[in-house]
C-alpha cells in the first residue's frame, strides 16, 4: 500500500454554475454506467419498444389505415415508450440509493439533493428518448410508413420541448420517492392513466369532461399535441396553434421544475427531522 | 461564517445535544417519545482522534448523524469546524468526510475508479486536482491494481479501503469514521487503523465511533462513552482505566465451559463482573474481582468435571472492563 499523508492537496470549484453542471454531468454519468451495468437494461430499452409497436399494430394497423394515420400511431407508440421509462427510472432514481445503500452518501454531500436527482433523470429521459426512437424505427419499418414530417425543425423543438418537461415531471415525482417508501407504488400506478391523459394513443379531444382538467396539467399533453401538429399533414387535434402549445408546455415545466425544488427542499427537511430517509 | 470564539481550537463542539424520535399511533397523535440523546456535551480539539463508545442503540449513530448534518438535533448545539450543523450543512459537508461501516455506501456495480470520480464531482473537487489525487488515493488504500473492476467482486476489506479513500477524495479537515472496522478479519482491520494513524500524521481531526474498545484504547487521545443517551465519562484511555484499577481481571481460556459455570462464577463472593465469550470451540472468560489471583481456587472449584482450563492470566484491567463498568452503572 501508499502513502495517504503524500496526496496532492484537493482544491475545489466555488462557482454557483460550474458546481451545478460539475454535479449534472457526475449524476448523467454514473446513472448511465449504472444502466447499462445491468443486463436488465434490454427490457425497457428493446423489449417494452418492441411490445407496445405490436400493440398499437394489432389495434389500429389495418389496410384501411393511411399513411398519416400509421405515423401517428407510431409517434404515440414511441411516445408512450418515452413517457413509461422517463416516469419508471426517474421517479427510481433516488429510491435506486435507499435500497442500494447509497442514501446516506448521497444525502451527505455539498450539494441540494435536487440537483443530483436532476442529473439522474436527465438520463433516464434520455434513455427514454432513446426508446422512443427505437419504437419509431421498429414501426416505420413495421408499418412501411415513411417518415415524412411536415416541419422537422419544428418537430425537432417539440421533441427536445417534451423531453425536457418529461425531465421536470419525472423530478416531481422524485419528491413522492423520497417523502414515503412506497412512493414507488404511486408513481408506477400513474403510468397508464397518464398514457391515456396525456393522448399518446388517441386523441384528448375524445376523453370525458371530467378528465380534461387532468390532461391539461400535464405538460406531455401539450407536447404531444406540438410533435403532431408538426409531424402530421392536416392534424388538428385540439385545436390549439403550435406555438400556444410550446407555450402552455414550457409554462407547465417551469411550474413543474418550480414545485420540484421546493418540495426537495422541504422533503429533506422533512426527513432530516424524522431521520427517515435512509430508511429503506 | 466562524460562530465561535473557540472554533480555532475546537473541530467540534456539542452542547446539551437532545434528539427524541416520536412513534405515532393511526389517529397521527404522539403515541410514544424516545430520547435517544439527552443534552449530552462535548468538544474535539482540531487534530485530535477522538472515540465515542457505546452498547447499541445508546446514541452514537445519532450523535454522527447529527454531527454529519443527516439529522436534526431536538435541542442543543453543535458546531463542526465553527460552523453550525442546523445553519451552514453544505458547508460543513464540504470541509468533513464520512466513512459508514458496513456494506453501506458504494455503488458495487461500477468500477472503484468510477465511485471515486464521482464523489470527487459531488464535492466540487477541481477536475485537474481529481486526476492527480484519485489515483494516488488508490494506490494509498491499495486497489490500484484493482481500480477497473466492478466493487461488487471486491472483498469486505477492500470495500472499507475503497471507503476510506472515498472520505478523503475532497481533502476533508475532519473525518467522521462510524465503525470503520466493523466484520473485518484481523488484517483488514489492522490496515485500517493504520490509515487512521496516517490521516491523523496529515492533521486531520478524527472521530471515530467503535465497539471495539481495543481499537478506542490503540488510537484514540480521548475517549467519551456513551451510554442511554448521555454521556457517563470522557478522558483518556489510561484515565478511564484507572477507574477500574480496584480490580484485577483473570482470564481463562477454556473447553467445555457453559453458561452453568458462569453463572456460577458470577455467584462467587468478590466477583465483580464476569464476561464470557461462550461461541467457540475455546471459551474466553474474564473475571473482574479485587481479589485477582487469591480468586483462582475458588474458580478452579467451581469448574464442572468435563471442562477444562486451557490457559490462565492475570491481567491489568482495560478499557473495556472500564467500559464495562460505566455503561452497567
Known amino acids: 500500500m501508499g502513502d495517504l499523508t503524500d496526496l496532492t492537496p484537493g482544491r475545489r470549484i466555488d462557482g454557483y454554475t460550474a458546481r451545478r453542471a460539475q454535479v449534472l454531468k457526475a449524476c448523467i454519468v454514473l446513472t448511465a454506467k449504472l444502466f447499462f451495468a445491468d443486463p436488465q437494461w434490454i427490457v425497457p430499452s428493446i423489449i417494452a419498444p418492441f411490445i407496445f409497436t405490436l400493440v398499437a399494430f394489432f389495434l389500429f394497423g389495418g389496410e384501411a389505415s393511411t399513411g398519416s394515420f400509421l405515423l401517428y400511431l407510431v409517434l404515440g407508440s414511441g411516445l408512450m415508450g418515452m413517457w413509461g421509462t422517463t416516469i419508471y427510472g426517474s421517479s427510481n432514481s433516488i429510491g435506486f440509493d435507499r435500497w442500494n445503500g447509497t442514501m446516506e452518501s448521497t444525502l451527505a454531500a455539498p450539494i441540494p439533493l435536487s440537483w443530483i436527482a436532476l442529473g439522474r433523470v436527465l438520463f433516464n429521459t434520455f434513455e427514454g428518448v432513446i426508446n422512443a426512437l427505437f419504437i419509431l424505427v421498429i414501426g416505420l419499418a413495421w408499418f412501411q410508413v415513411g417518415f415524412g414530417v411536415i416541419n422537422p425543425g419544428l418537430f425537432f423543438l417539440a421533441s427536445l420541448s417534451t423531453f425536457l418537461s418529461l425531465s421536470a415531471f419525472g423530478l416531481l415525482m422524485c419528491t413522492v420517492i423520497l417523502l414515503s417508501r412506497k412512493g414507488g407504488f404511486i408513481t408506477n400506478s400513474m403510468e397508464i392513466p397518464v398514457y391515456i391523459a396525456t393522448g399518446t394513443m388517441f386523441p384528448v379531444s375524445i376523453l370525458p369532461m371530467v378528465a380534461l382538467p387532468f390532461a391539461f396539467l400535464l405538460a406531455p399533453t401539450w407536447g404531444i399535441e406540438a410533435i403532431r401538429l408538426s409531424a402530421l399533414p392536416g392534424y388538428t387535434g385540439l385545436a390549439t396553434d403550435y406555438w400556444v402549445d410550446l407555450a402552455v408546455l414550457a409554462v407547465e415545466t417551469l411550474a413543474y421544475l418550480g414545485m420540484a425544488f421546493v418540495l426537495f427542499k422541504r422533503v429533506e427537511a422533512y426527513a432530516k427531522r424524522n431521520g427517515t430517509l435512509e430508511e429503506y | ?329
Open chain 2, 1 to 329: 461564517m466562524e460562530k465561535s470564539q473557540t472554533a480555532r481550537e475546537n473541530a467540534i463542539e456539542v452542547v446539551g445535544l437532545t434528539r427524541e424520535y416520536s412513534t405515532r399511533n393511526f389517529f397521527g397523535g404522539v403515541a410514544r417519545v424516545t430520547k435517544a440523546l439527552n443534552g449530552i456535551d462535548f468538544t474535539v480539539k482540531r487534530g485530535e482522534l477522538f472515540g465515542l463508545i457505546g452498547p447499541n442503540g445508546a446514541g452514537k449513530t445519532t450523535t454522527v448523524k447529527i454531527l454529519t448534518t443527516l439529522l436534526t438535533q431536538t435541542s442543543g448545539e453543535a458546531f463542526i469546524l465553527g460552523l453550525d450543523v442546523r445553519k451552514d450543512l453544505y458547508e460543513i459537508r464540504r470541509r468533513i468526510g464520512i466513512v459508514f461501516g458496513g456494506e453501506r455506501g458504494l455503488y458495487n456495480r461500477v468500477s472503484a475508479l468510477d465511485n471515486l470520480r464521482y464523489f470527487s464531482d459531488l464535492y466540487g473537487v477541481e477536475p485537474s486536482v481529481a486526476r492527480e489525487r484519485i489515483p494516488q488515493l488508490l494506490k494509498a488504500v491499495g486497489l490500484a491494481e484493482r481500480a477497473d473492476e466492478r466493487v461488487e467482486k471486491y472483498s469486505r476489506g477492500m470495500k472499507q479501503r475503497l471507503h476510506i479513500a472515498k472520505a478523503l477524495v475532497h481533502d476533508p479537515e475532519l473525518l467522521v469514521l462510524d465503525e470503520p472496522t466493523i466484520g473485518l478479519d484481523p488484517g483488514g482491520a489492522r490496515d485500517i487503523r493504520n490509515m487512521i494513524r496516517e490521516m491523523q500524521k496529515q492533521g486531520k481531526t478524527i472521530l471515530l465511533t467503535t465497539h471495539y474498545m481495543f481499537e478506542a484504547e490503540e488510537l484514540c487521545q480521548r475517549v467519551a462513552v456513551i451510554s442511554k443517551g448521555k454521556i457517563v465519562a470522557l478522558d483518556t484511555p489510561s484515565a478511564l482505566k484507572r477507574l477500574v484499577r480496584d480490580i484485577s481481571v483473570i482470564e481463562l481460556r477454556t473447553y467445555g465451559a457453559t453458561t452453568e459455570y458462569v453463572d456460577a462464577l458470577k455467584q462467587l463472593p468478590n466477583v465483580v463482573r464476569v464476561v464470557a465469550e461462550l461461541d467457540s470451540e475455546v471459551q474466553t472468560i474474564r473475571i473482574q474481582s479485587p481479589l485477582g489471583a487469591d480468586l483462582l481456587p475458588q474458580v478452579m472449584s467451581a469448574l464442572p468435571l468435563d471442562a477444562k482450563i486451557i490457559d490462565r492470566t492475570i491481567k491489568e484491567p482495560t478499557l473495556e472492563d472500564a467500559y464495562l463498568r460505566l455503561v452497567e452503572e
